[in-house]
């Protein structure tokens, strides 16, 4: 496939600014027919404003155009709106879904594109009243779903499946456009679980036997590795380098994105026997949707990392969740050997625990309130911090809050223009710093970590985890790591539990065979 | 390229010009420009400037409070406050309350207030409760019950064993429609500390009271309970996730409004001179939500400063606009249509602003 066969997209050339700031300097793109194209970098190094122009994004227009030309099939075109493209035959599979949740999988597929019949009415008043083709329009959705070799009911309503499923769907709405030609992908597994995330690869590679050409954008190395045939990388809006697969290796092309080598961190051993339980979890049950745990016993020591993985939807993000009361919960948690009523918030959280939010924006942070305002908020409600007594009451103490936030910004290099500036307008991996700024100010004793990384590019996460260590190992204070990327958990955490529709599975040291832990997510064997 | 780049630049230098006038609303520069070209109108038909601006300042005083009520409900999250008129009972018991035990002057005044907090407290719960069993449709509900709860006490104001004559009718049981505050506590605010500055009359009192009020809340909102309902409203999750009970921050929030409604309807019956029973407390709501709206509320976000700015370029419209159109058109009943179209025009904008631009 290398190098042969019709080109069907080139980009020529490219350059974009923003208002003086170049954020695309000179980019040569082309993908060959069936060629599956990997586009690397880290968040803002440009991929997103490369995909903005190919799909004519009023945001490039209305700010100026570009430089540069682009060629499809052989002639060049204008792409003035997401309208050309579509009709050029290009097509996007977004990060978020742009589904209907209420509609079936197959109104979803087919939506504005429905197969009608003629009627009595129809002919009368004009097409806009023909009947709907259900069954046909089953029949395509099918197809399309077994062309990616998905088994879902294409009667099901959206709402109901799970992510990976809706990601599919939405592949399949694309590839249901009869004369789809080249299909750009950004970040799909971002959201899905490594099982979920390994489905999609091998439909990448199928459509790209059918002929269909993908461009292909992810954090993810592993991932451009096994189905990519050509990378380009783009840093600062540079292209670093564009490589064939062969003559390059995960580890060269993590460097060209980020620019600097990245260092695995080592493996620590302590010894966990003499160690005191700090968290003795029994019976636990937690209904949260999508996530239920059914019976889980665990028991953490003191000053330890404890990791929980396993797939999605088996139930590792509902133990967090329940023993921090945030879903209805049933069973027995004990503290430090005293028991915590669970399914009160307010409680555990006085007690020294705290959790960092898998759903950061949903439930960790104030979207609209200042850097400094997040930080302080919990601490304030339970511990009643950054308040100062005027007689019989107590205002917000506004310089203690001032030089705390000041001081974690600094700590853990949050990057924002004030303290005043509002979380909504930080990226991701700066979201994340102030979620976990927030926890500090708590001081917890143990502190749950939920999907700490997603959605945060590379070099972030590794501040991230870092920040993770450096908790544990100076301040000793006890971490449950739970995360879907194995590797994440493999890095950093003394004990990792898999967990399995909703049971503990077994737990493994980091350094078990992946076979073991690739068994134990399937939940093949179960040590009960 | 060449005119793309032109363009661009254009927009670099108008951008900070944009942003400014976006920060502060083009709605209310709009709104402050009518209101001047009023005055300038009224200047121009003669009409004595010193009175329209201390009408515009007694109405200032009037009515901040029952836009401040507002405030309150929008931060914990249940939006624009129109069970309004459920405060406003309150607040028109205390009232009647205080006539029936003989009270007079600013005894009078505090003592309607003293009487109708506990009510208020009483009727806010209630109202929170139902608020919490609706969410997301708290304006609909809030509309309705504000109006069946108008209608239910106007059989109560008919049946209630007041006895004293200034108020009850000549057949002798029930209340009278308007019940007059003359020798009462009408002007009470108004006149306290009054004084005169270049031929403006300054109703001082009136307008301290409001000032504290305000402060009071402002100070409250800076308080650990005040920043919890804060979140509340922002993020209910995050709320949670904080061991705070929404539910109860919610009541709580509800409860704040509905005495402020109470307080707030006293302060304007001062003004107004009358206390108004039966169907007038029905739209109170709709005017003070405007009037928020107007200062730069929106139906999630709301300062105290939006409170006092838009009750005072919405009073102002309306005092002006009165006699401007009075003068004009001599027309029956123009003024008030002319208020009734600004006001719940300026509803109708506000809201189909809402979820705009950040």
């Known amino acids: 496939m290398e190098g042969n066969g019709q080109i069907v997209l080139e980009m020529k050339n490219i350059s974009k600014e923003y208002y003086g700031n170049k954020v695309l300097k000179g980019i040569n793109l082309s993908v060959h027919k069936g060629e599956i194209h990997g586009i690397v970098g880290e968040n803002g190094a440009g991929k997103s404003t490369l995909m903005n122009i190919l799909f004519g994004m009023s945001v490039i227009h209305s700010t100026g155009g570009f430089e540069g030309s682009i060629e499809f099939l052989g002639k060049p075109v204008t792409i003035s709106s997401p309208f050309d493209a579509m009709a050029l035959g290009i097509g996007m599979v977004h990060q978020e879904f742009m589904l209907i949740p209420g509609y079936s999988v197959t109104e979803n597929i087919k939506l504005n594109r429905e197969t009608t019949k003629e009627n009595v009415i129809s002919r009368i008043l004009g097409p806009g009243l023909q009947t709907l083709d259900w069954k046909s329009m089953g029949q395509d959705a099918k197809k399309a779903l077994a062309r990616l070799e998905m088994h879902i009911d294409e009667w099901a309503k959206v709402a109901g499946l799970p992510v990976g499923h809706m990601q599919f769907v939405e592949i399949a709405r694309e590839l249901d456009k009869e004369h789809i030609k080249l299909l750009v992908f950004d970040e799909p597994t971002a959201v899905l679980t490594e099982t979920e995330a390994d489905t999609l690869l091998s439909a990448l590679r199928r459509l790209s036997e059918n002929g269909i050409s993908i461009l292909f954008i992810t954090h993810r190395l592993h991932e451009i590795m096994e189905v990519c045939q050509r990378i380009t990388v783009l840093r600062d809006g540079v292209q670093v380098a564009s490589k064939l697969k062969s003559e390059t290796t995960i580890e060269e092309l993590a460097q060209l994105m980020v620019g600097h080598s990245i260092e695995y961190m080592g493996k620590r051993k302590v010894n966990l026997t003499e160690r005191k339980t700090i968290l003795k979890i029994r019976d636990l049950k937690v209904l949260m949707p999508g996530e239920t745990v059914q019976k889980v016993d665990l028991d953490i020591k003191e000053g330890e990392i404890f990791g929980i993985g396993g797939l999605a939807g088996q139930g590792k993000i509902g133990i967090a969740n329940g023993v921090m009361g945030l879903y209805d919960s049933y069973g027995s948690v004990e503290f430090e050997g005293k028991e915590i009523s669970i399914n009160n918030p307010r409680e555990v959280l006085k007690r020294g625990l705290a959790l960092l939010s898998e759903d950061r924006r949903g439930v960790g942070l104030l979207l609209d309130m200042s850097v400094e305002m997040n930080i302080i908020a919990p601490a304030v409600e339970i511990q009643r911090k950054f308040l100062k007594k005027f007689g019989f009451f107590s205002l917000l103490d506004r310089s203690q809050i001032r030089s705390f936030a000041l001081d974690m910004i600094q700590k853990l290099d949050i990057r924002c223009l004030s303290p005043d500036q509002p979380v909504k307008r930080l990226s991701g991996g700066n979201q994340q710093k102030v979620c976990i700024a927030k926890a500090l100010a708590l001081e917890p004793k143990l502190l749950f970590v939920s999907e700490p990384t997603r959605g945060i590019d590379i070099g972030a996460k590794k501040r991230v985890l870092d920040t993770l260590v450096e908790l544990n190992q100076k301040n000793g204070m006890t971490i449950v790591l739970t995360s879907s990327e194995l590797a994440e958990l493999r890095s950093i955490c003394d004990r990792i539990a898999i967990i399995s529709e909703g049971r503990v599975m077994g737990i493994l040291d980091p350094d078990a065979e992946d076979a073991q832990f690739g068994l134990l997510m399937a939940g093949e064997y179960a040590v009960r | 390229m060449q005119y793309d780049n032109k363009k661009s630049q254009a927009t670099v230098i108008l951008e900070p010009i944009l942003k400014t006038i976006r920060s502060f609303g083009i709605p209310r520069i709009i709104i402050i420009l009518f209101l001047v070209s009023l005055w300038f109108s009224a200047a121009f ?264 700015v838009g009750t005072f370029l919405f009073q102002g419209i309306l005092v002006v606009a009165l006699p401007v159109a009075n003068t004009v058109a001599t027309l029956g009943s123009l003024a008030e249509i002319s208020r009734i179209i600004v006001s719940n025009g300026i509803i109708l904008y506000a809201l189909a602003q809402k979820g705009g631009n950040e």
């Open chain 2, 45 to 308: 038909l003669s009409i004595p400037f010193p009175a329209l601006l201390y009408d515009t300042l007694i109405r200032l005083g009037m009515n901040t409070v029952l836009t401040l009520s507002m405030l309150p409900s929008i931060l914990v999250g249940t939006s624009l406050f129109f069970g309004l008129p459920l405060g406003i009972i309150c607040g028109l018991l205390g009232g009647v309350m205080s006539i029936e035990l003989n009270l007079k002057g600013l005894t009078a005044f505090f003592a309607a207030i003293g009487f109708s907090i506990p009510l208020a407290i009483l009727v806010g719960y209630g109202y929170g409760l139902l608020l919490n069993r609706v969410k997301g449709s708290e304006m609909t509900v809030g509309t309705y019950v504000g109006f069946a709860f108008v209608s239910l006490m106007s059989f109560g104001w008919v049946t209630l064993p007041f006895k004293n004559p200034e108020m009850a009718w000549a057949i002798g049981k029930g209340i009278r429609v308007t019940v007059s505050l003359e020798g009462r506590f009408s002007n009470v605010l108004n006149k306290l500390w009054a004084f005169e500055i270049y031929g403006i009359k300054i109703p001082t009192g009136a307008l301290v009271f409001m000032g504290v009020l305000c402060l009071i809340v402002w100070l409250f909102l800076r308080t650990r309970v005040g920043l919890a309902m804060q979140e509340c409203g922002m993020n209910p999750k995050f709320a949670k996730a904080s061991g705070i009970d929404v539910d109860r921050m919610r009541i709580l929030g509800t409860i704040i409004s509905t005495i402020l409604g109470a307080i707030g309807i006293l302060t304007y019956a001062q003004g107004f001179g009358f206390l108004q029973l039966y169907e007038a407390p029905m739209y109170m709501g709709f005017i003070a939500a405007a009037a928020i709206l107007i200062g730069g509320a929106t139906l999630k976000t709301a300062k105290i400063s939006h409170v006092i």
